[in-house]
């Protein structure tokens, strides 16, 4: 398979799937600011690409009657990204929801994909801090780009209201400290001017922050809460 046609053929089944972020980026990037106990991804002249989401994954998981029961996000991308994988010529594979878990965030920003926040999370130039990172994969199939990244973060020049938000409140250090606090959190998240209207629906939120309700049509199962 030729480059472009890889990279359109996991455009298509990632967005077919709920997952409409999709970062093709040439190693070099990664190896730039890689640190030595990362993973190598490849050759730095190779391919790796970024699947990530927005609002819609919600609803795409809504229409799906069967879901995990356990994890159900995690386990619906696994199996639909490993499926749009077969047959391609892949080196590394990184899960969001790995152990000990990669650092996604980092790849996703020498990607180009997402720019650095003042707390933490990754802005994306439309969808603000609407967005999830769920997997990085690399291929041995040369790639080569501009070494810049394509769009300015959004930050630049920006009062950052997110972070004084995020300033009375102490900083999670695991889920339960966010689900004790978590409307405050979302309101950390909303204070972006960039993407507001692909704000999270409510009972994605829910889901997400609180571990309350579940996606799919059938609407049960425990709650993956990232
Ligand atoms: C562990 C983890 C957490 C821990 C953080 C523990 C800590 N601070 O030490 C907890 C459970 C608290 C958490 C919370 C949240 N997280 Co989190 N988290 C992760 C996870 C699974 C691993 C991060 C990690 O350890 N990486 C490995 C180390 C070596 O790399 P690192 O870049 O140095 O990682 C550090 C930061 O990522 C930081 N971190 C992780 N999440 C957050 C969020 C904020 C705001 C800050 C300041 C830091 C931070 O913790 C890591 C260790 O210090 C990643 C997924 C992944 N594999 O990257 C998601 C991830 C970073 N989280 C994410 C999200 C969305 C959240 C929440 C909004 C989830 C929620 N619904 O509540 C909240 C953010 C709350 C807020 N402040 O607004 C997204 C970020 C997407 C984006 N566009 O930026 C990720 C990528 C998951 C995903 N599938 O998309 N998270
Ligand atoms: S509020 Fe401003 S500083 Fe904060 S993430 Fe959005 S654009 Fe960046």
Do not use: K
């Not at 046609?5 to 890689?34: K, M, N, T």
């Not at 650095?116 to 439309?126: C, E, Q």
């Not at 801090?129 to 300015?152: D, I, M, Q, Y």
């Amino acid at each position: 398979m030729e480059p472009l046609e890889l990279v359109a053929h996991l455009r298509a089944e990632a967005s077919a799937a709920g997952l409409d972020l999709v970062q093709p980026f040439s190693i070099v990037r990664w190896h730039q600011v890689r640190r030595p106990e990362e993973p190598w991804l490849g050759q730095p002249a190779h391919l790796a690409v970024v699947f990530g989401n927005h609002r819609r994954l919600w609803t795409v998981l809504g229409q799906q009657q069967r879901l995990a029961p356990v994890d159900p996000i995690d386990h619906w991308v696994t199996t639909r990204l490993e499926a749009a994988l077969r047959g391609t010529p892949v080196v590394e594979r990184h899960w969001a929801h790995a152990a000990p878990p990669p650092p996604l965030l980092r790849m996703a920003f020498a990607s180009g994909l997402l720019s650095p926040s003042p707390i933490g999370l990754g802005v994306h130039s439309r969808h603000g801090l609407w967005t999830a990172v769920r997997a990085v994969v690399s291929f041995s199939v040369a790639w080569s780009e501009p070494a810049a990244r394509p769009t300015p973060s959004p930050c630049e020049g920006c009062a950052a209201p997110c972070a004084a938000a995020a300033a009375p409140l102490p900083p999670p250090r695991r889920r339960e400290d966010l689900r004790a606090a978590w409307p405050d959190w979302v309101q950390v998240r909303a204070a972006c001017p960039v993407g507001v209207a692909w704000r999270y629906s409510d009972a994605q939120l829910r889901y997400h922050y609180a571990g309350e309700g579940a996606p799919g049509a059938t609407g049960s199962g425990e709650a993956d809460l990232l």
